[in-house]
Structures are given as C-alpha cells and as structure tokens.
C-alpha cells in the first residue's frame, strides 16, 4: 500500500511539471505545421523535424536513400554547432526520417537558423556523397553482424510480402551502391515539402518569437501535395509458418510474432498492455518463467512499434542452443493462457502503472517529448490524443484484452537463428 501511494505521488509531481508546458501548434505561411511547448525552466531548446518519408516512399531499387540524404544533411553540422553547445542527430525508421537539434536557450537562434539553412539550401557534392555512402554501408554491415538484427531481417521478410515494412528502414547495400546524386536531389524535391513535413520544439522561448523566426528562415520550405499510400492490409496469416537459418555462435536466437494493430488503431492501447503484461518488465509473465523460473533466456523483450501500417507483436529470446523447443513452448502457452482469459486484476493495474510511468518519464524528457509530439501528430492520431494517454490506458478494461487477442492471436510467425560451430581450422 506504501509503495502504491509513492507511486501516485510520483505521477502527481511529474505532472505538475509537465502542466507547466504551454503547447501550442500553429501553421507558417507556407503551410508548415509547427508545434511548440513552452518550458519556462529548462535551461535548453530542443527542435525536432519530423519528415513523413516512410519506406514507402523509396523506389524499388533504392532502398537506403533516406539514409544517404540525412547523411548528406547532416555532413559536418555537428562540428559546426560544437561552436554554440549544440547536439544534432539524426534517425530514419520504416515510417519517417527525424532531425533534431538541442542547444542552450541562449545560443538557440543562432543554432536553428544554421540547422534550417542546411536543410533547406543543401550543398549538393558528389565527393559528400560518396563518403557519406561508406558511412552507410559500414552501418548496415555493422548492424547485420549482430544476430538481433539479423533475426529481425528475417522475421520481416518472412511476415510482410508486399508491405515495405518488409525493408530494412536503414537500406540495402545493393541498392546504397546504385543510389546516385541526381537521385537524391528529386528525392528530396519530392518529399521535402510542407505537407509532409512537422516541426515540434520546447524550450523557454516565446511562441509568437519561434513563430516569427519561422515565417523567415523555414518559409523556404516549399507547399506540394504528398503522395498517397495505402498499405496492403497484411500480414491476413491463415496459417502458422515457422523458417529457421543458421548462425556462426552457441546460442540461439527466436523470435515469435502475431499481427498487431497500427498507431491509430482503437485498439492500440490494448495490445500495449498485453505487450506489458506478456514481458514488458521484471514482472511480466515471460520474465518470469523463463528467466526466473526455468533460467533459460539470455535476453527476453517483447516490442510493439507504434506503425502507421499495419504492426506486429514480438516476443524475442536468445537462448541456450538446445533450448529453442522449449522456450517457443513456453511462449505458445503464455499465449494460449491469454486467450482462454486468464489476465488477472493485478496484472491489469500493474501494466497500467508502468505504460503511464513510461508515458510520464518521456514527457519530462524534452528531446522525447518533442519527437512524440511530431510523431503522435504527424502519422498518429493527432498530439491531442498523445495528451491524453493515461486517459486511454485506465480506459481499458479485462474485456478489451480478452477480445484484443482472440482477435490478433490466431496464428504467428515463428523465426530462428540456430547455432553452427566453427572447427579448429574455421570450417
């Protein structure tokens, strides 16, 4: 009971800070959504653009070239804004491309109008291109040496068929290889417009002074139609399908999957505390079992990504090489317990606690906070709703999780990457 009270008192004090935040979205003159929150004790400004270039945005053969674009963005502007106490980074996922910028309140300006000058006016050079093109392939070479990556790689490509979530969001080295300058000048001409694009900032400035910077250094952004998309309305599974690949190593890396709702979905906030309550903490079912229990997973997640296509709902274990048969036993299990209705109470409210635990910490963080501001806003269903999460996690009730998944639960996707031993001379 002691611990329950801490924790209200918890959430009070957070939100106390964040209802400080004033949040206001206006509309530059050239149609550029903006929105700003007002933070009058933090000591630094955080700008976020948020570009709506998913995956299904790059042709066929030329996955990667959001990659190369915000590498040629973003080419030494780091250095540039050491200068001024700045931080830029940049990051590309299956639905949008983000840029950000963090700096202190008293160099904000200065920081944003050079940040906004180079996005807007980029210094097209083939030698900048290549260089960022090594860049990106040592990434992509890097990340497929993990097995987690590697597992992920195949889960995609065996559950989507048609979607572009099937695609790496970071690109192919094929295709980042034929990728050429004049292809990525029309990229940029095609999607960097104002329609497709969000700014969201937070910090201690005034709106009407962010709104007034805008309208001069972001008004060169130009108007244009974004072009539609509908997703392919899959994965429709009819059956279970299981694919096993192997890798160099002693352990074994699973990953089981089912269809699971898009952001804007009704039932979103559903499956986020299934996801919580199936292995989204120390206290989850599947920590429990295979961890504490059994002592048979490495690692253990479960991850839900908030898509604007139709997701997924994976529950990844790296395990013991003889243990995979086991584990994928066990998770099948937890699973049916599920449907046949056996969430308890206590479950329900400690998931609950934790989503909007997790919801409060982001907030009071200005750089998340400002990314799911944008995001919520730009490929969810409005920054509104994003304001009222706790609202739509305490209005789930037993009976939204019992038909969430007797609804996505049916069948699943199951992938592996299994051991195979090197021998003495590497064979």
Request: overall charge neutral; some cysteine; proline content about 5%.
């Amino acid at each position: 009971m002691r611990t329950y009270c801490l924790l209200i008192v918890f959430y009070l004090l957070l939100l106390t800070s964040i209802n400080g935040g004033e949040i206001k979205k206006g509309i530059l003159s050239n149609q550029l959504p903006v929105i700003v929150e007002k933070l009058p004790s933090n000591k630094g400004v955080t700008f976020v653009l948020l570009v709506k270039d998913g995956l299904e945005s790059e042709p066929e053969d030329k996955h990667g070239i959001r990659t190369l674009l915000q590498e040629l963005l973003l080419k030494n502007l780091s250095k540039k804004l050491e200068v001024w106490g700045g931080v830029v980074e940049g990051k590309v996922e299956w639905d949008y491309t983000l840029y950000s910028l963090r700096v202190v309140k008293e160099n904000a300006f200065p920081a944003l109008s050079l940040l906004s000058s180079i996005l807007t006016s980029p210094a097209w050079r083939e030698e900048d291109l290549e260089a960022s093109r090594q860049k990106a392939l040592i990434d992509i070479k890097e990340e497929l040496n993990q097995p987690f990556t590697r597992l992920l790689a195949l889960f995609a490509q065996t559950f989507y068929k048609n979607s572009p979530y099937r695609f790496n969001p970071r690109g192919e080295e094929v295709s980042i290889n034929n990728i050429t300058l004049q292809d990525i000048k029309e990229f940029y001409k095609r999607h960097y417009i104002t329609s497709n694009m969000i700014i969201s900032l937070n910090g201690p400035l005034e709106y009407e002074d962010i709104i007034k910077w805008g309208e001069k250094h972001l008004s060169f952004f130009p108007q244009g139609k974004r072009e539609s998309f509908t997703f392919p309305s899959e994965p429709f599974l009819l059956f279970s399908k299981e694919v096993t690949r192997t890798i160099i190593g002693e352990k074994s890396w699973i990953m089981i999957a089912t269809p699971a709702p898009a952001i804007s979905s009704s039932d979103y906030w559903a499956m986020k505390i299934i996801q919580v309550i199936m292995g989204g903490n120390m206290n989850s079912r599947l920590w429990k079992v295979l961890r504490e229990e059994k002592g048979l997973a490495y690692e253990l997640e479960t991850f839900y990504p908030p898509l604007v296509g139709p997701s997924f709902f994976a529950i990844y274990v790296s395990t013991a090489s003889g243990s995979k048969e086991e584990c994928k036993k066990i998770i099948l299990q937890t699973v049916s317990d599920f449907k046949s209705g056996g969430i308890t109470a206590q479950e329900i409210t400690q998931a609950k606690e934790y989503l909007i635990g997790q919801y409060l910490l982001t907030r009071d963080d200005p750089l998340l906070e400002a990314s799911s501001l944008a995001y919520w806003e730009a490929l969810g269903p409005g920054y509104k709703n994003y304001l009222h999460t706790p609202d739509y996690i305490n209005g789930i009730t037993a009976r939204d999780l019992q038909m969430i998944t007797e609804k996505y639960f049916v069948f699943y996707v199951f992938t592996a990457l299994v051991p195979i031993y090197k021998t003495k001379g590497g064979k």
